[in-house]
């Protein structure tokens, strides 16, 4: 999909009168530790970023170059996150939703003032939530502001990952993020879990622990 094009969900709903279009994406549902964590992004109409895109594609670096860039522009963000204990006690699915919908209403602009979309944008779920909304498959692939919450979702949960691996430094959390990488298992198989990992995602690992 060309960059232009990558506002063409939002330009149908400006078409429509609807003007503060939150944007939401997630990061950190599939990972053995951590919270999950989600974005929920407004942007000027018609702002087109040169190089966002799907978090996923991006080098760190450029994460981090364009997350400033998304901060300075934007005309508000919202961070929502729900801890390893609660996506125990429910599950991925649901917490993903709770952090969903704790972006929303966390929305605020620079100056901290709380602001209310009028429609939202989401990667491919759906909210029981009372604003108009459209889940929109691959939405980080398709739709500029979707790809814009994505990055700044990732920069926040990677340097929350940092501030965990100072707290628990048996288990690289930099270099991996929480994902399920070898190293991260074979030290989780060495030390057992730590107060942040997912109980409910070692099961297979915590059994093959020597």
Not at 99 to 109: S, T, V
């Amino acid at each position: 999909m060309g960059a232009n094009n990558m506002l063409e969900f939002e330009r149908e709903l400006w078409d429509k009168g609807y003007r503060n279009i939150a944007c939401i994406d997630e990061v950190g549902r599939g990972c053995l530790a951590g919270d999950v964590v989600a974005c929920a992004i407004i942007l000027p109409m018609e702002l087109l970023i040169e190089g966002v895109k799907d978090s996923k594609k991006l080098t760190p670096k450029k994460r981090e170059t364009l997350y400033d860039v998304i901060t300075e522009n934007a005309v508000a963000i919202g961070i929502g996150s729900v801890d390893p204990k609660t996506i125990d006690e429910l599950n991925i699915k649901e917490c993903t939703l709770i952090a969903m919908k704790k972006a929303i209403e966390a929305l605020k602009d620079k100056d901290g003032n709380p602001v209310t979309p009028d429609f939202v944008l989401i990667d491919a779920e759906k909210l029981a939530i009372d604003i108009p909304q459209k889940s929109i498959i691959k939405g980080d692939e398709k739709c500029h502001g979707i790809a814009a919450a994505s990055i700044i979702a990732k920069v926040y949960r990677d340097r929350k990952c940092g501030e965990w691996a100072k707290k628990y430094p048996d288990y690289s959390f930099e270099k991996h993020k929480g994902y399920g990488t070898k190293v991260h298992i074979d030290a989780i198989k060495k030390y057992g879990p730590c107060l942040i990992h997912r109980e409910s995602f070692l099961k297979k690992i915590i059994g093959a622990r020597k």
